[in-house]
């Protein structure tokens, strides 16, 4: 079956730009995660969905940086007024059930942003 | 905060060789700890994943034990092979309620196991 896809694999923005980061989760995953992960770096959380709810939003680093999830499959992360440090792999997870903390959660093969 | 320590950040051996992958953790009162697998260009894998009242799991050549109150983890990963090049992470989950899905990662030990 398909995995978590995401699209695109690779973005070159201009310092100021908006960009615009889609994540198709595993059919019927109620529960989607969302990271950012600097060169060099683990995965950093961002925030997390309970189907259409975002329940979690403590790591996104700035107002720039809104995600949704309006009919509670497709995810999509948006960058506003893009910085030279938002320059990154963006990686989607989801999960089947709700996220109590012991569930797998399955990742997507990221996007690679680059702001120029 | 809780932070997460890998060590080494590279290894490189010869295959068939055992090794071990150590993670270390700076607050014990952990939900959960997992250990990932993330291949170039690809998204993360999860590996094997042990609950703070469980010692360790074992998946085939792969062993990994968990002491929390010490706050460590080790990955024994058993007569290696070129495939099992990657980098391998450790990422904890604090037991906070209603978050314990978030996960927090160590940098992770790249492997490269030699023909």
């Known amino acids: 079956g398909a995995g978590v896809s995401q699209s695109p694999r690779y973005k070159v923005a201009k ?23 600097a060169l060099g770096q683990g995965p950093e959380f961002l925030t997390y969905f309970q189907n259409e709810a975002q329940l979690d939003k403590s790591g996104l ?4 940086f809104f995600a949704e999830r309006p ?24 999960s089947l059930r ?16 680059l702001v120029l | 905060k809780q932070e997460v320590t890998q060590i ?14 150590n993670c270390s953790f700076t607050d014990s009162a952990i939900y959960n700890l997992q250990w990932f697998r993330q291949d170039p260009g690809k998204g993360l894998t999860s590996l094997l994943l042990i609950q703070s009242s469980q010692r360790e799991q074992t998946s085939g050549r792969l062993n990994a034990s968990l002491d929390k109150s010490s706050g460590r983890s080790t990955l024994y990963i058993a007569a290696s092979q070129p495939g099992d090049s990657a980098t391998y992470l450790c990422a904890v989950s604090l037991n906070s309620g209603g978050s314990n899905y978030k996960l927090t990662f160590g940098k992770g030990t790249l492997l490269t196991v030699n023909p």
């Open chain 1, 71 to 94: 009919e509670g499959s497709v995810s999509t992360l948006k960058i506003q007024r893009t910085q030279q440090e938002d320059s990154a792999v963006y990686l989607c997870a989801s």
């Open chain 2, 8 to 21: 080494p950040a590279a290894l490189s051996v010869p295959e068939g060789e055992n090794l071990v992958l």
């Open chain 1, 98 to 113: 709700l996220a109590r903390g012991l569930e797998t959660q399955y990742f997507g093969p990221g996007t690679r942003l």
């Open chain 1, 15 to 37: 310092r100021g730009q908006d960009v615009a980061l889609r994540c198709d989760p595993i059919s019927g995953h109620v529960s989607l995660f969302w990271y950012q992960q």
């Open chain 1, 61 to 64: 680093p700035s107002d720039r």
